[in-house]
């Protein structure tokens, strides 16, 4: 398997644009989470899938971001303006099953610069 | 909610020598795992080691063990051998029974390996 898969790897986009992130998780996993890296606030979850349903998206910081999972092989995370405070590297991740310690499979990670 | 820590931004440690890195936790729940993830430059996150709660054994992985005492709420990380490779992001991160298998991330520790 090629593991988690994410387009692009890097996005640079003017303020107020929209961006669109796409992930390929692992084939057969039930769970997609998204992810967000900064040196701020270090890792923190956005939202999380199960079966392709969303079950958390606490984590999403406003009304600009959104997620979708349309089917078990892809998902998406847009944000509509775009700022340059999302600045940040993406992650999306998936996972099988709750049975056991099942360890999350990370993509190599989308670097969006919001100038 | 729970919490992970680590208190230890960076740590430097000579090759060949064996370093720790520090996890404390918060959680109510009795049942639950933990694990560390590495993040070298390359942005990837990769499963270094993982426990399960119930078991008292440390886990061990090749160069890498565990110390985990769960009354303590603690979970350190033993790197034997240090090699030039191990220089990375290290971040420890829990994950509850009952959670999805989300996972909560700590702040993350920056280890240097000096040749």
């Known amino acids: 398997d090629a593991g988690v898969i994410q387009s692009p790897r890097h996005e640079v986009t003017e303020m107020g644009q929209e961006v669109t992130l796409r992930c390929k998780p692992i084939?057969?996993?039930?769970?997609l989470f998204w992810y967000r890296q900064t040196m701020m606030r270090g890792l923190e979850l956005l939202i999380y899938f199960n079966n392709n349903v969303p079950i958390d998206d606490s984590g999403m910081p406003e009304d600009r971001f959104s997620a979708k999972m349309p089917n078990a092989s892809f998902s998406t995370l847009k944000i509509q303006p775009s700022e340059p405070r999302d600045s940040a590297v993406y992650f999306c991740?998936?996972?099988?099953?709750?049975?056991?310690?099942?360890?999350?499979?990370f993509g190599p990670g989308t670097r969006l610069t919001v100038l | 909610a729970q919490t992970v820590t680590q208190s230890q931004p960076e740590m430097s440690v000579q090759e060949a020598e064996t370093v720790t890195l520090s996890c404390t936790y918060d959680t109510s729940e009795s049942d639950y795992y933990l694990f560390w993830y590495k993040q070298p430059p390359s942005r990837q996150m990769i499963l270094v080691i993982r426990?399960?709660?119930?078991?008292?054994q440390n886990a061990t992985e090749n160069r890498f063990s565990v110390n985990f005492q769960k009354a303590a709420k603690s979970f350190s990380l033993k790197i034997s051998d240090s090699q030039l490779g191990d220089a990375a992001m290290y971040f420890c991160?829990?994950?509850?029974?009952?959670?999805?298998?989300?996972?909560?991330f700590g702040g993350g520790t920056r280890l240097m390996v000096k040749p």
């Open positions: 991740a998936s996972s099988p099953g709750t049975s056991g310690g099942n360890e999350q499979f």
């Open positions: 426990q399960e709660a119930y078991k008292q």
């Open positions: 084939s057969g996993h039930d769970y």
């Open positions: 991160a829990y994950r509850g029974n009952n959670a999805g298998n989300m996972l909560t």
